[in-house]
């Protein structure tokens, strides 16, 4: 069952979820091993709860067992978050954690979306996460399908997802998304022509999608 709203007494059991299924294996945090799975991380468990907190989030329920075995945690972007969101960076702990989100945050503000689609608000799929062993059954497609609808309710004209994973980029392309920017991960090298982001197979490019909605 996908619902669309996650009640306050859900959010432990989304940063369970979270814990076991997304931290280790979103191909960012993956490549530069932010944390093994299960494993906390206090920064991206408040990026998280910040954007609960938003009220636009949807989950995937396994009707059997009551448990999370999805989410697509949404929030809402106004034109001086990402200022904000910047220097907010500075106090979080883990460098790799400020590495990922400034190189994420800077695309965000270089592309200025707002004034290219003429919209004062902009909503964002920042995570999208399904359980491991419900994996490749179109959970995530319908995951973003709802929020999609719950944007429309909101009232919403853009929704924006930074896809940093191949198959986020094919469910986003498959529902009518278009790609305003694309990066292939070897071409972000540091000053000495490292390479960054050392994604594994199959993702190879951080693709910025967007939406408009009716
Ligand atoms: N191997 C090959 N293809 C796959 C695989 C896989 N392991 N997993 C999904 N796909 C393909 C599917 O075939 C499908 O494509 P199709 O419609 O052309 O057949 C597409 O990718 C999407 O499949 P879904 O079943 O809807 O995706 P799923 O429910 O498995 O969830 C997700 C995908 C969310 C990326 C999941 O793998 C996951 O949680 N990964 C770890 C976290 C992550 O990377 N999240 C996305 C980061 S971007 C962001 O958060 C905005």
Redesign the pocket.
Known sequence: IIQKHIPEEKYNEVIEHLRS??FA???LNKAVKLCDHGEKHHDLEMHSLKTLEDNLSVMAIDSNTNRII?VALNGIQNPNDIKAAKEELLRAKDEKYKNIFSFLYDINRDLNLFAKYRVDQIFE??????D?N?????????LLEKSLEVAEEAGIKLFK????????Q??AE?MGFVSVFELRYKAYRNDDGKIIFETSE?HKFLKVMVKLLK
């Open positions: 299924n997304f294996d979103e191909p999805g799929c920042r995570i999208l996460s399904v491991q419900y994996r490749g059954q179109g959970l995530a497609q319908r997802q930074d896809a940093t994973s191949f198959y986020t094919k469910i498959n199959p």
